[in-house]
């Protein structure tokens, strides 16, 4: 079940991704490189959940309902980096802090942000929170290099450029992330979306992953 309807059939986006070359090198490279990085992060995840599991004894993993590939819904994984009852503590906040609301309303984020735990803020500025969603890229709901996943309330914020978005598979890293994450503008964002989309190659997705490297070590544009 799709949550929004796109044409794509007709789109020229479909034009530089749909072509069943580039699917399937993406696809199988996609399988390959999170096999082998999952391999290696393996022992790190042991030891998050480890921690996790003796501090607050919370669920491990988070699963958030995402906007896909054709605009299908998936579970996005991630280690919990916020409170167990952080719906009702964002409520709260937001309900207290009139500006908190309008960053909120404006981003879709918090520079404060009183859910997320001591533990969760180190693994998000890491991005170490991230690594389950490998899981997402061996099962096709992901991959490695697209578009940040987005939830339903969201897509009205691409307005008619969702076609972009569900042309392809949102990626653990994208040209937003290396090109300032939250110090880019929502706006700016999805322009970096549909510019991915439109200029796709193998080698622009083997140049964000090198990128994504530095971005990482550096933290650069993280909260």
Not at 25 to 38: H, I, Q, W
Not at 78 to 88: A, L, P
Not at 121 to 148: A, C, K
Request: charged content about 25%; glycine content about 8%.
């Amino acid at each position: 079940m799709s949550i929004i309807n796109v044409g794509l059939g007709s789109s020229n986006t479909s034009t530089t991704m749909g072509t069943p070359r580039g699917h399937s090198t993406k696809r199988a490279f996609d399988v390959c490189a999170a096999s082998a990085l999952l391999l290696v992060a393996l022992p790190a995840m042991f030891f998050i959940a480890l921690i996790m599991f003796s501090t607050d004894r919370g669920p491990i993993l988070f699963g958030h309902t995402r906007v896909g590939l054709n605009g299908r819904p998936f579970r996005c994984l991630k280690f919990r980096s916020m409170v167990v009852d952080s719906q009702e503590a964002l409520r709260r906040h937001l309900e207290k802090f009139p500006q908190a609301r309008a960053e909120w309303e404006a981003t879709q984020k918090l520079r404060e942000d009183p859910r997320i735990t001591r533990l969760g803020r180190f693994l998000r500025i890491t991005s170490l929170d991230e690594l389950p969603q490998l899981f997402n890229v061996i099962r096709g709901e992901m991959s490695l290099v697209g578009p940040r996943p987005i939830v339903e309330d969201e897509v009205r914020r691409y307005a008619d450029k969702i076609e972009h978005y569900a042309a392809v598979r949102p990626g653990i890293t994208g040209l937003w992330q290396v090109s300032g994450r939250s110090d880019v503008d929502y706006d700016q964002r999805v322009q970096l979306d549909c510019r991915y989309v439109r200029e796709w190659s193998f080698a622009g997705d083997i140049l964000i992953l090198l990128k994504t490297v530095k971005v990482v070590l550096l933290r650069t544009g993280s909260r």
